[in-house]
Nanobody, 124 residues
Framework: QLQLVESGGGLVQPGGSLRLTCAASEQPFNNYHMCWFRRASGKEREFVSA????????YYADSVKGRFTSSRDNAKNTVFLQMNNLKPEDTAVYYCAALIRSSNYLDYNLYGYWGQGTQVTVSS
C-alpha cells in the first residue's frame, strides 16, 4: 500500500514562498502520477497541480498558474510544490495524492492514495 507524507507547510507572509514535499513509501515511484490538492476551512477540496509519472508534463489550476511549480525526483520518491508570491487565499491544508500511471493524470477523481496533509497559512 502506497503511503504519502507531506511536509513543508507553515506560516508565511503574503508575497512569501514555501516548498512542500511529498515523500512516498513505495518504489518504483515512477509508477504514479502525482497531484496536489488543497482544502480551505469551510470550502470544498480544490485541485492545485498535477505532474505525470516521468515529470514531462504538468498542469495547474488557474488560481496558482505562474506562481506554483510542481516537480519530482523519482530516485528519491518525492514530489515538490514550490509556491511563490503566496496570497492569503492560498491558506489551506495541502494534500498530495497518487494515481497509477496507466490512468489519465488529469482524471482527478481517480486519485486514490492520499497523504495526511500539511497546513499552509498566509497571513501578515
Amino acid at each position: 500500500q502506497l503511503q504519502l507524507v507531506e511536509s513543508g507547510g507553515g506560516l508565511v507572509q503574503p508575497g512569501g514562498s514555501l516548498r512542500l514535499t511529498c515523500a512516498a513509501s513505495e518504489q518504483p515511484f515512477n509508477n504514479y502520477h502525482m497531484c496536489w490538492f488543497r482544502r480551505a476551512s469551510g470550502k470544498e477540496r480544490e485541485f492545485v497541480s498535477a505532474i505525470t509519472w516521468g515529470g514531462s508534463a504538468t498542469y495547474y489550476a488557474d488560481s496558482v498558474k505562474g506562481r506554483f511549480t510542481s516537480s519530482r525526483d523519482n530516485a528519491k520518491n518525492t514530489v515538490f510544490l514550490q509556491m511563490n508570491n503566496l496570497k492569503p487565499e492560498d491558506t489551506a491544508v495541502y494534500y498530495c495524492a497518487a494515481l497509477i500511471r496507466s490512468s489519465n493524470y488529469l482524471d482527478y477523481n481517480l486519485y486514490g492514495y492520499w497523504g495526511q496533509g500539511t497546513q499552509v497559512t498566509v497571513s501578515s
